[in-house]
Structures are given as C-alpha cells and as structure tokens.
C-alpha cells in the first residue's frame, strides 16, 4: 500500500488538511465530519472551506445541500444511472473511487449476501482450513465440490469437481479449488472486488496520514472486517498453494484403455490428437489428452457422448470439452457445437456456443466447392445452403445466426449461374450478420484442418502392415 504524508492545513480551518501521496504527489482535501473524515481529490481548496455534514452517512456542503459525490462527477450521461462509492465508503469522494453505475451494479456492490461455509471435518483436520469460498458446497451424497451462481457469470451456471473414487477428498477440493479459481478469474465481481479492496485500504492511509498528524482534530478511519478480510479468489488460491504443499494431487479416475490414441501432425507445423473407437475417429486438442484419456466415450451416436458417474443422463463430448477441460461457460439452453459440423472434432477452436446446442447445429453447408474455379474459398460456408442439379432448378439458401434467410435459384447445369447464386447469398451472409466474415475464416480454417488431419490418418493407416 502507498504512504501518504500531511502537507498543511487548509488555511482558516481546523478541521481540513491537504495530504499527498508519497510517490506521485497527488494532494488530497481531509475534512474531519463528526467522527469520520472525507476525502477528495485536491484541485479547488474553496472546496475544503465550505461548511460540512453528512446525509445518509454521506458528505453534503451546509449551506448549500450538494452532496459531494455530485460536485464531484456533475450531472448523470442517462436518467439509469446513478453514482457509486465503488469502495462502499460514502465519505470518499475521490474521483477514482466514484462510478457511473446502473441499479444491478449498485446492487452488487452493496455487500456480499452469501456466508462462506464451512468445510468438511476432513479438511479442517487434515489441512487446518475454517470455510470455502463464497457459493461453493460439499455435496455429500455425490461426494464432490460443487460451486453456483457466481456473481458476474452467466445465472443458473453450475461446476463440479471431480467425484471419481479413486481420489482423495482432498484432492477432490484441489479440483473444485482449481476450476472455481478459473471461473472466478472470468468474473467482474472478484476483479471488482479487488479494485474495491485496493481503493479501501488508500483511503484508509490517507484518513491515518491527517490523523497521526493531529489525532484530536482528525479521527481513524473506522474498521471494517471486510477490507482486511481475503476476497474468495485469494482464500481459493491461498488453499490450493497449501494443498498442493501437502503433495496433494488430482485423480480423475482409471484410464480408459479400450480406445487408441494417436498424435497427428500436419505439414503446415500444426497438430492434434485423434482418439479412435467403434470404427470412429474424434480429434480433439493435446492439451485435454489426460482428461480424454479418463472418459469412457460412447461413439454409437451421432454425437460421441459421455456420462458422469452420479449423474443420471449423457452429456455431449463438445459440452464437456468446453466446461469442464477448458472451465469455460455455457448460457442456460445453449451448447457447444462444432463449427464444421463435425460432430467428432471437438477441438476447442472449432467449438462455437450456439442456443440448443446439438438440436440447433444442422450440416447445411459442408460440402466442398468442386468445379468452380477462382472463387476464393474451398467450402461453401457456413450458413449457406447450395443444391448442385443437372436435371432441376439449381438453389442456394443463405440463413443468419439470428434466423434472417434469402433464397437464389438459376437453371439446371449452370455452373456460372450458381457461382452467381453463391456470391449473392454469400455477400446476403456479410451484409446481415457482422460476425460472418471472421466466421466464414475460421470455418474454412477449420475445415482444411478436419480433413487434413483424416487425410494423414486415413493414409498411415493404409502404409501399416496388417
């Protein structure tokens, strides 16, 4: 934390100091308020002479009736917002802790409402800890960790640790430690808390700064358990250094044998690694080869599938790729879903979200361009939809992410009549959805990568001796 130091008192007044960071040299105005003191940036010492008292715990000019907050920040950019002390403390007025915020905002600034529970026997024993982070639960009929509705993440999301038997409990919270450190470090509401903490503990070196000056003109800064208390993010790392200390270790389960995995490479310098079963082969990213190596995939489907022990239903290979190798998120009613239809390449740069999930993700558009030379691309993009005929009516079906559609037909056999067709619904995609071209390039990536990866797979496979 930064020192500030007292530089003078505010001419005429017994009760304003000016004090400055050590450092930087910022000035700041202390007007002792009853047993309080507020504090503003120095930039107009007029301010420090006005008469002073508080209204609902905050600073109001006397005469006058302007809250300081007010003067501060002037007049709101819409009628939704109103000001926020982002530290909680409404006596400091600096311009860095003060905000634009709507009522939601207001709302989660006000004070975590959720306790922190404590955690299992086990780990008080074993590793002295006293509670969990904030939203996390011991599920003790599944025996796993499991965390919800994590302030600034999407509502109605749930994690879980691993439950396999084979590991420890404590290796069990390592788990669920690791994965809510990981969804945590996506949510606004630790960052802010972090920044609330920081802007806490400097207005409570710059109120000491005036009052170690003069204890009898300048009071403390109160104490409040909440700034000096770790934030949840801090209490989950700090268990997770001493749990790992300990040789704690995370144990998905046994591997799962009755599959080949294979390591891929391309000639452009790219790899990837195809796990083959029940005549199939899924490509997947080698950094989830441990956790791929643990699930007992049911390739008998369409989709490959995979289902939990405890749980009750399969989940799709995709989905659990997405949330729970790479920790990220997926909005109630939604899933992952391969960009190039490929229901068997769930490598994470070919995951796209989409609402329904698997139900929403109809191959319309993954057939190679063939006999049309020069066009730009080698695949008919995703969205587009085009029927190759000799004999009818020649059609391509553009339809956007949000439902839009246009329709271009030409004559049977005309090959420059649907290249036509083609750009029109192509430049229809640009034109309605702004996401299309970054998407079109990641999609023809994608596809160039499937089927090159099969391609190699498929010609190692013809060299091996039988």
């Known amino acids: 934390m930064e020192d500030y130091e007292w530089v003078r008192d505010v001419e005429g007044r017994t009760d304003a100091a000016i004090v400055a960071n050590r450092r930087t040299r910022h000035e700041y105005i202390v007007v002792a308020i009853d047993d309080a003191c507020m504090v503003m940036d120095f930039y107009d010492e007029s301010l420090a002479r006005l008469g002073w008292s508080t209204k609902l715990g905050y600073a109001i000019t006397s005469p006058g009736s302007r809250f300081a907050h007010h003067m501060v920040m002037g007049t709101a950019p819409s009628p939704d917002l109103s000001i926020d002390h982002i530290n909680r403390i409404r006596l400091d007025n600096r311009r860095a802790n003060l905000r634009w915020a709507t009522s939601s905002m207001q709302n989660m600034n006000r004070g975590v409402r959720v306790d922190r529970r404590s955690v299992p026997p086990e780990m008080q024993q074993d590793m002295g ?47 669920a430690l690791e994965k809510y450190v990981a969804a945590a470090e996506l949510s606004s509401y630790h960052q802010d808390m972090t920044t609330t ?125 997405w949330v729970r190798f790479a920790g990220r998120t997926l909005p109630t009613g939604s899933g992952a879903v391969p960009l190039n239809y490929h229901l068997n390449d769930v490598r994470l740069d070919n995951l796209i979200v989409m609402d329904g999930g698997g139900k929403s993700n109809k191959a319309i558009g993954s057939r190679e361009i063939t006999g049309i030379p020069d066009f730009g691309m080698k695949y008919v993009p995703r969205g587009i939809r085009v029927s190759w005929s000799q004999t009818v009516r020649q059609d391509v079906r553009a339809t956007t992410p949000d439902k839009q559609k246009a329709s271009f037909s030409c004559t049977p056999g005309d090959l420059e009549g649907l290249v036509r067709c083609i750009r029109k619904a192509v430049q229809f995609m640009i034109d309605n959805d702004p996401t299309f071209s970054e998407t079109n390039a990641r999609f023809q990536e994608s596809m160039r990568t499937y089927d090159a990866v099969m391609a190699t797979e498929l010609s190692r496979l013809a060299d091996t001796p039988t």
């Open 129 to 175: 800890f006293d509670a969990m982070p904030r939203y996390m639960t011991w599920d003790g009929i599944r025996h796993r960790y499991s965390f919800y509705d994590l302030p600034g993440l999407q509502p109605g999301v749930s994690y879980h640790g691993t439950s396999a038997s084979e590991c420890s409990h404590a290796g069990r919270y390592l788990d």
């Open 197 to 321: 903490k920081r802007l806490a503990r400097e207005y409570i070196a710059i109120v000491q700064a005036a009052h170690n000056m003069d204890p009898t003109r300048f009071p403390a800064a109160p104490h409040v358990e909440y700034w000096e208390q770790a934030t949840d993010l801090e209490l989950a790392r700090s268990q997770i250094v001493t749990l790992r200390a300990h040789g704690v270790q995370v144990v998905h389960g046994p591997l799962n044998l009755d599959s080949e995995h294979v390591r891929v490479e391309l000639e452009d310098g790219s790899s990837c690694m195809v796990m083959k079963k029940g005549g199939k082969m899924i490509l997947y990213d080698e950094v989830f080869k441990d956790d791929m190596l643990r699930v007992n995939v049911d390739t008998n489907g369409d989709s490959p599938v995979y289902k939990f022990p405890g749980e009750s239903y399969k989940r799709r290979l995709a989905d659990i790729v």
